[in-house]
């Protein structure tokens, strides 16, 4: 059998892993109400999953059909109908409703209203639900007025209205999910290299001679590609994984769209690395004062196109071997054998995630691997480059339409010199003061600093730590708006006077419509999607245009469009980077901006016009005595939508306690035994499961791991929250959990 097969066994019987056919048929069952409506969307529709790109079933990557079970488990928000509003008379009765099974209702098809001292809500009209909107944001201080806007299936333009209507209304409090998500490398990407976007192109990982996913796990989170790694591994590519976690779906994995595969498996990563959650900084350190004692950095490179190596060496060569060895948690050797890889690979792509943004020192975590890629001269050069690879199919448009409080869009910062040019644009002068990120805004609403909380999607109450302080800062805001298309826990939270419901449509619904930006920097064209619609949802862009005509009727002219062809038409205008933008009309069309990679030639957009190299400190990783460091990871499920109580990839269930056999077997543990995980802040009860993690780490799933995780630790240039923890683990009398 070849090396690079996992068994013999056809299609992996008795393996833990995906079942992907099984999932085509049950998304078949699932929308068999709707299945002309469900095949054109999979047809004809850009994909509303992870920020890969697929046009219909197909990409720019590679020939073939491209269709994944994130995408299937997405279908029904798509294709189901109208939930029935009188459920929603007494919310007292779902609150004890999982977000899965709220879901599951329906699609919202209404605007509705609760009162304080109302039970639940009532229909009412558009009319109504803007006219109430209207008042209370036109009696609001503009500083008292925020807007949070997702990454579900949002598209650029509605991420460009919301950003826009924002301004218009005189606050730069708004943001969006790439917060707690990829904020840290668009600084980091930004501060080094002059570009906060991924470098190169899915094409590059094809013919490439080393991968390295630095806490980063594809298979779970964009199993499309995949498909791109067996095509890599078939010409000889190598893969590295630096995690604390010995991920399976990288270890193997059986890719369905490939006959050989589908049968056998396929072997992916070639190295695993597990350091120390949070110990990224130090392998790497680690690794490049083993290169530079080797001779290995590639001199011409960054005598010719960086700055900063000095420092950056001078400092590494005083950081002992033994410090370096205890915070990454793994032997020098280790760090030599990296850096033996990297140094005979003529090519690389350096791909991360979550596992390297989410912590009090991602930005720092960002610029270490920035580092470690200018050393190899990697950035600029084809099958090389830098990818900060998005879960979110919205996410990377997001920031860059100006959906966020420190850019008007991309390439301008809130400043006054660029209120100047915007006004120029769109008749009105923006703020020039910083807006609140989505953390400060819940800080802000705790403290009874918000009026208004305009929430486009998203979930607060499951994606940011401490969900009884988010809950009481949303209960002290006296109107909370919620856009969406199904229900949300966060909708059910007491009302300080009134919270409203905006029935939205999706992307496939949306009038002409509309664009996503993908992480490869390619904007693609999603068209309107003919077929059933839903009540009275209207197009995302469409309810912020109409809301801020109805708080500014005398200048409303001025964020009013006709349809999503003149949004595109100003993005074009006020995003120069997104020049071509205006010509995308029907499926099938794209562009990727910047081209196939970004600094081509080793030219960055710094003023300098060089790369950064950047002092890196060691951050304090010091795991005292009895206790553990946690983090939090995902597993069948869509940011926080959970799909399944089971990870395919692993077994697991949504209540394990993912720890090291070392480590149970030192505190006289055995598997599927009860415990209990604390801290200062709460605690968790789990089941633990053994699993193949680096010793003292344990890792458990996230959004139910956040009651552990503290609020206000945050990454001092970005505000990303750290959704890491200590805690002790402790045995509990009780029998074994359930199953």
């Known amino acids: 059998m070849p090396a690079e097969r996992v068994s013999g066994i056809p299609f992996g019987l008795g393996f833990t892993k995906p079942h992907n056919y099984w999932e085509v048929m049950r998304t078949a069952w699932q929308n068999k109400r709707n299945p002309l409506f469900t095949w054109r969307i999979l047809r004809d529709g850009v994909c509303d999953g ?68 109302d039970p639940g809500f009532h229909r009412i009209s558009w009319d109504e639900a803007l006219g109430i909107a209207a008042r209370r944001i036109r009696t609001a201080p503009p500083d008292r007025i925020a807007f949070f806007v ?33 904020s840290p490398s668009t600084t980091g990407l930004k501060d080094t290299i002059g570009v906060a976007a991924s470098t190169c192109s899915y094409t590059d990982w094809i013919g490439s001679d080393l991968i390295v996913f630095f806490g980063s796990d594809v298979p779970n989170n964009q199993p499309v590609t995949t498909k791109y790694l067996y095509y890599a591994k078939k010409q000889g590519t190598k893969i590295a994984v630096v995690n604390p976690m010995r991920e399976p779906g990288l270890e193997r994995y059986w890719v369905p769209s490939v006959p050989d595969s589908a049968l056998f498996g396929t072997r992916f990563a070639d190295a695993f690395f597990p350091v120390h959650t949070g110990g990224d900084i130090a392998f790497i350190n680690g690794v490049l004062k083993h290169m530079i004692e080797r001779g290995w950095v590639r001199d011409t490179f960054v005598a010719d196109h960086t700055t900063g190596f000095a420092a950056l060496r001078e400092s590494i060569e005083r950081e002992p071997w033994e410090e370096l060895e205890r915070q990454s948690g ?46 190899g001269g990697i950035v600029g050069r084809a099958k090389c480059g830098l990818m900060p690879i998005r879960g979110h199919s919205g996410v990377q448009g997001g920031s860059e339409m100006g959906a966020n409080p420190k850019d008007f869009g991309l390439g301008f910062p809130v400043n006054d010199e660029n209120a100047s040019r915007f006004e120029g644009i769109w008749g009105f002068r923006p703020p020039t003061a910083h807006g609140m990120t989505a953390v400060g805004m819940i800080d802000a609403a705790h403290a009874g600093g918000l009026d208004v909380l305009y929430m486009a999607g998203g979930n607060f109450l499951e994606t940011l ?53 993908s992480t490869e920097r390619r904007v693609y064209f999603s068209p309107e999607i003919p077929g059933r619609r839903i009540g009275e949802a209207q197009a995302e862009w469409e309810i912020f245009m109409q809301l801020g005509e109805r708080v500014r009727p005398e200048a409303g002219h001025l964020i009013h469009f006709e349809d999503g062809a003149a949004i595109r038409a100003e993005i074009a205008k006020a995003v120069p980077t997104y020049d071509g933008i205006q010509d995308l009309r029907v499926k099938g069309d794209a562009f990727q901006y910047g081209g196939s990679r970004l600094c081509e030639g080793g030219i960055f957009p710094t003023p300098e016009g060089r790369a950064r190299f950047t002092v890196v400190s060691l951050p304090d990783l010091d795991i005292p005595e009895g206790r553990f460091l ?19 990839l692993f077994g697991a269930r949504r209540r394990d306690v993912l720890i090291a056999r070392e480590d149970a077997a030192a ?9 209990q995980l604390s801290n200062e802040l709460g605690s968790y009860r789990g089941r633990l499961r053994l699993a193949p993690i680096r010793p003292r780490n344990v890792q458990i799933y996230w959004p139910e791991g956040n009651v552990l995780i503290r609020r206000g630790i945050v990454d001092p240039a970005c505000e990303m929250p750290d959704y890491n923890a200590l805690v002790r683990i402790e045995p509990l009398p009780a029998s074994r959990m359930r199953p």
């Open 330 to 375: 793994l032997r020098r050797q280790a760090m030599f054998d990296f850096a033996e890889m990297y140094a005979r690979a003529r090519t690389a792509v350096f791909v991360w995630s979550m596992g390297i943004t989410h912590h009090r020192f991602g930005v720092d975590n960002v610029k270490a691997i920035v580092n470690l890629g200018l050393a």
């Open 465 to 517: 730590p401490e969900p009884d302080y988010v809950r009481e800062a949303l209960t002290r805001i006296p109107l909370r708006i919620h856009q969406d298309i199904v229900l949300t826990s966060a909708m059910l939270v007491d009302p300080s006077y009134a919270v409203l419901l905006f029935p939205a449509q999706t992307r496939y619904e949306q009038r002409g419509g509309g664009t996503q930006t």
């Open 667 to 675: 505190l006289n543990l055995r598997e599927g035994d009860e415990v």
């Open 630 to 648: 946690l983090s939090t990871r995902r597993g069948k499920q869509f940011n926080s939508m959970i799909q399944e109580d089971v990870d395919p």
């Open 150 to 182: 997702t990454s579900r299936g949002m598209t650029n333009e509605s991420y460009y209205v919301a950003n826009k209507v924002a301004r218009f209304l005189g606050t730069n409090h708004i943001d969006n999910s790439s917060r707690p998500c990829h």
């Open 50 to 117: 992870c920020a890969l790109g697929t046009t219909g079933m197909r990409d720019f990557t590679m020939k073939g059909i491209h269709l994944c079970t994130v995408r299937l488990n997405l279908l029904p928000l798509n294709t189901m109908g109208p939930l029935d509003t009188r459920i929603l008379e007494d919310v007292g009765r779902l609150r004890s409703v999982s977000s899965k099974d709220l879901r599951a209702l329906g699609r919202l098809p209404y605007p509705m209203l609760r009162r304080r001292g």
